[in-house]
C-alpha cells in the first residue's frame, strides 16, 4: 500500500486513551498528534511521557483543529455519542471506546448521524482482536464445531476502586456501569460470540444476583442475561464488578461437533474438544490449533508491525480502521455492529425490572 498521506490521530481522554498511542504509531500512514483531557496534570503527564505536543483542555479546540483527522474517543461511557456526533461533523474520522452508547435514544442519534457523515465511525472493541477469539472465529467459520448453538461469556471485574475519585467524588462509572440496574458493558464479551454466530441478538432476558456486597450500588452484584439470537441460539453474559473476588475473563462455546472453554485463570489453560478428533473425550490444547487456524496476518504480520509481540491484536485493530478509510470501505466494527453488541445490554434494563420478561432487541439497520 502507498502512503497518500498522513493521517493525524488525536485522542480524547488521556488514561484508557494512550493504549492507542504505540500501535497508531506503528502504523505507516498515521501519527498520534494531539491529546485531549479535562485534567491538566493527566494530559501534561502522558503528552510528555509519549512526545505528544498537542495537548488540548477543550474538546471542541481539537475539533477545530484541521490538521487532525482522527478522533480516538477514550472518554466516560456516556460521552461517545454526543463527543462521536460533533466529530463526524467537524469532518473527523472516529473510533470510540466501548460502550457504543449508553441510551437507545442515544443509539438513535448515533445511527443517523453516520448515516450523514462522510467519515468513518467504529468501535473499538478490542475483544474482537483477541488472539483466542480470532482463532476460534476462524475455526467456527472452518466448520470445526459444527453447528454451534451455546456461548458464554463472563467479565468479571471488582472496580470498585474506580467509583469514587481521590476526593470521594462519584465518577462516571458510578452512575453509567454500576449505577443502572442492567448487563451494562457487556461488549467484550457478547461482541467477540456475535462475531463467532455471525447473527444478531433479538430477544434478552436478564436477572440479578440482589446487591450484597455494597448496598451503594444500583446495579445488582451479577447480572446475567440471557441473548436468543435470529436462528435461536442461546448466549449467557454474566457481568460483575462488584463483588469481591479475583478477576477473570471467560468465554466458552458448544456445537455439534465440539466445544470450546476459555481460561478461568489460576493456571488454567484455554481449550477444546473436538468430536472427530479420535481422541475419545480428551480435552485438547487451543493453542495447539493456532499453526492450522490462525489468519495469516497473525502468523506472519506485516513488517511494521514486526516489533510487536503481545500487542498485535491492538494493532490489527487499528490497521482495520485506517484501512477503510484510505480505502473508502465499511469498517469491520461499523455502527451497527457497534450497537448489535451494545443495545441487548441496554434493554436488558426492562427485562431485569420485570422479573426476567422477554424484552426484544431493536435493530437499528430500520431505523427510519
Ligand atoms: N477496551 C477496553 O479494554 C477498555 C478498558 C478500560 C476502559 N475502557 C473504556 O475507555 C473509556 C475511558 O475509561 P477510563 O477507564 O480511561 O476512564 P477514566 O475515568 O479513568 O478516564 C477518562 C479520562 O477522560 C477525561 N475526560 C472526561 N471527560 C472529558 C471531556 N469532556 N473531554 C476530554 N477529556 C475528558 C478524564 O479527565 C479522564 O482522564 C470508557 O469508555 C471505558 O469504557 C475500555
Not at 493504549?19 to 500512514?29: D, R
Not at 476502586?161 to 458493558?185: F, M
Not at 477473570?248 to 468430536?275: H, M, V
Amino acid at each position: 500500500m502507498t502512503m497518500t498521506r498522513q493521517l493525524n490521530v488525536g485522542i480524547v481522554g488521556a488514561r484508557r486513551g494512550t493504549g492507542f498511542i504505540q500501535p497508531f504509531n506503528t502504523i505507516a500512514e498515521t501519527e498520534v498528534t494531539a491529546l485531549c483531557d479535562l485534567n491538566e496534570e493527566t494530559l501534561r503527564t502522558v503528552g510528555t511521557t509519549h512526545g505528544v505536543a498537542k495537548q488540548f483542555t477543550d474538546y471542541e479546540k481539537l475539533l477545530e483543529d484541521d490538521n487532525i483527522h482522527i478522533v480516538v474517543l477514550a472518554t466516560p461511557e456516556n460521552l461517545h455519542v454526543p463527543q462521536t456526533i460533533a466529530a463526524l461533523n467537524a469532518g473527523k474520522h472516529v473510533i470510540s471506546e466501548v460502550t457504543a452508547a449508553v441510551s437507545l435514544d442515544q443509539c438513535a442519534e448515533l445511527v443517523r448521524a453516520v448515516r450523514k457523515s462522510r467519515t468513518k465511525y467504529m468501535m473499538a472493541e478490542n475483544y474482537c482482536y483477541l488472539k483466542s477469539n480470532v482463532l476460534i472465529g476462524n475455526m467456527v467459520r472452518r466448520g470445526m464445531f459444527g453447528d454451534i448453538y451455546f456461548g458464554e461469556g463472563e467479565y468479571l471485574h471488582n472496580v470498585k476502586s474506580l467509583h469514587h475519585d481521590s476526593e470521594g467524588n462519584p465518577t462516571w462509572r458510578y452512575r453509567w456501569q454500576v449505577g443502572v440496574n442492567r448487563c451494562n458493558y457487556a461488549t467484550h464479551h457478547l461482541g467477540p460470540i456475535l462475531q463467532w454466530f455471525n447473527e444478531r441478538v433479538v430477544s434478552v432476558c436478564c436477572l440479578g444476583t440482589g446487591v450484597h456486597t455494597d448496598p451503594e450500588y444500583t446495579m445488582e452484584d451479577t447480572v446475567m442475561m440471557l441473548c436468543k439470537t435470529e436462528s435461536g441460539a442461546l448466549i449467557k453474559i454474566r457481568i460483575d464488578m462488584l463483588s469481591n473476588r479475583p478477576p477473570n475473563s471467560y468465554y466458552s462455546l458448544q456445537g455439534t461437533k465440539g466445544c470450546y472453554e476459555g481460561s478461568r485463570g489460576f493456571g488454567d489453560q484455554p481449550k477444546i474438544w473436538l468430536a472427530e478428533s479420535g481422541r475419545g473425550e480428551e480435552w485438547m490444547l487451543l493453542s495447539a490449533f493456532e499453526d492450522e487456524f490462525l489468519p495469516d496476518r497473525w502468523k506472519n504480520p506485516p513488517q511494521e508491525a514486526a516489533h510487536l509481540t503481545d500487542r498485535l491484536g491492538d494493532y490489527f485493530e487499528l490497521r482495520d480502521f485506517v484501512d477503510c478509510i484510505i480505502e473508502d470501505t465499511e469498517p469491520p466494527l461499523d455502527v451497527y455492529t457497534a450497537l448489535d453488541f451494545t443495545v441487548p445490554g441496554l434493554v436488558s434494563e426492562q427485562s431485569i425490572a420485570n422479573a426476567g420478561a422477554p424484552i426484544a432487541v431493536p435493530d437499528f439497520r430500520i431505523l427510519d
